[in-house]
């Protein structure tokens, strides 16, 4: 069974500094990685994904993240943020076997400081 | 958008009655999910869809059961609603990752806010 853990609830960063949320994952088969964003009362959205090939992706609005095998994690980063970034962010795992069932992490609500 | 719709968007009941909660798509999609969405627990997958007729469960499938006769419609039903099921439903589609167009990426709908007093 796979699983996601996402460390931190809430994050608080400055404007203009590096976001940084963690993102761990199990899975006993290959995963298939994404982060999703939720700005207040609306949907998910795709920011990225990782499939296969180069580890490091890129998504949308300056976001990237990382797939680390070794280390099981899938870390979003942005180097500066900027007011509009605040928001719940989900990481998500998939699995082929099984139907591509797609679990969710807990997710991590980022704080923007002017 | 992708076309998903939900319905009905806003529902208030008593404990006890049944619920059931729809989902239609026009995008043809193979995979089909039920997530709830409470403070503090994210996305929990309740139950999910992998073609007509064919349907798993998820982290949360107690006190819920689903069906799915047509590629558009997943129906998820709460038999007998508790309070512990208030929350805010989405459904979501995704084609997987089998063919070369396909991309994983799970599309979502608007939400079913469901209030069981």
């Known amino acids: 069974a796979q699983s996601v853990t996402q460390l931190g609830s809430h994050v608080s960063v400055s404007e203009g500094a590096l976001v940084l949320l963690r993102c761990n994952y199990s899975?006993?088969?290959?995963?298939?990685l994404f982060w999703y964003v939720q700005y207040p009362n609306q949907g998910l959205q795709l920011l990225l994904k990782?499939?296969?090939?180069?580890?490091l992706v890129k998504g949308i609005n300056g976001f990237e993240a990382e797939f680390k095998k070794s280390e099981t994690s899938f870390h979003l980063t942005k180097p500066s943020a900027h007011m509009s970034d605040a928001a719940e962010y989900f990481c998500?795992?998939?699995?082929?076997?099984?139907?591509?069932?797609?679990?969710f992490g807990a997710g991590t609500r980022l704080f923007v400081k002017a | 958008d992708a076309g998903i719709t939900q319905s009905p968007r806003h529902k208030v009941t008593e404990t006890g009655t049944p619920v059931t909660l729809r989902c239609h798509q026009t995008?043809?999609?193979?995979?089909m999910y039920w997530y709830r969405q409470d403070p503090g627990h994210g996305l929990r997958l309740i139950h999910y869809?992998?073609?007509?007729?064919?349907?798993d469960k998820g982290e949360v499938s107690d006190g819920y059961s689903v069906s799915r006769s047509k590629t558009e419609d997943f129906l998820l039903t709460l038999e007998s609603a508790t309070s512990s099921q208030t929350s805010v439903y989405f459904c979501?589609?995704?084609?997987?990752?089998?063919?070369?167009?396909?991309?994983?990426?799970?599309?979502f709908g608007e939400g079913s806010r469901l209030t069981v007093l």
């Open positions: 990782y499939t296969t090939g180069a580890t």
């Open positions: 869809s992998y073609g007509v007729k064919d349907t």
């Open positions: 899975s006993s088969v290959p995963p298939y």
């Open positions: 998500a795992v998939s699995t082929i076997p099984g139907g591509f069932k797609t679990i």
């Open positions: 979501a589609i995704s084609d997987g990752l089998a063919g070369g167009l396909n991309t994983g990426e799970l599309f």
């Open positions: 995008e043809n999609h193979r995979y």
